[in-house]
Nanobody, 115 residues
Framework: QVQLVESGGGLVQPGGSLRLSCAAS????????MGWYRQAPGKEREWVVS???????NYAESVKGRFTISRDNAKNTVYLQMNSLKPEDTAVYYC?????????WGQGTQVTVSS
């Protein structure tokens, strides 16, 4: 089993930055795939970015060049650095992990981009 705890959300102005953290309850080196999804009000949850335990990354087109995912294996934490934020990035952001053929989710953290 894997427990995921997100933090770092908040209110930021357009063009600003935030860094989200996702702390896992076990070594993330053993988790083959981790990533972030988001869900805006009235919309379905959408994939944002993922990273494998070998460090390969993939980004949704809407965030490419603005968001960066990274892993700190020593801290069992995955980070999402979000720059040049736009109002359309407003959503609840969920950390996700695939481990032993099961999907795990965090509780979500709210990101609001507004002036």
């Amino acid at each position: 089993q894997v427990q995921l705890v997100e933090s770092g959300g908040g209110l930021v102005q357009p063009g600003g930055s935030l860094r989200l953290s996702c702390a896992a309850s076990r070594s993330i080196f053993s988790i083959n795939l981790m990533g972030w999804y988001r869900q805006a009000p009235g919309k379905e949850r959408e994939w944002v970015v993922s990273v494998t335990n070998s460090g390969s990354t993939n980004y949704a087109e809407s965030v490419k060049g603005r968001f960066t995912i990274s892993r700190d294996n020593a801290k069992n934490t995955v980070y999402l650095q979000m720059n040049s934020l736009k109002p359309e990035d407003t959503a609840v952001y969920y950390c996700h992990a695939n481990y032993n053929y099961r999907a795990y989710w965090g509780q979500g953290t709210q990101v609001t981009v507004s002036s």
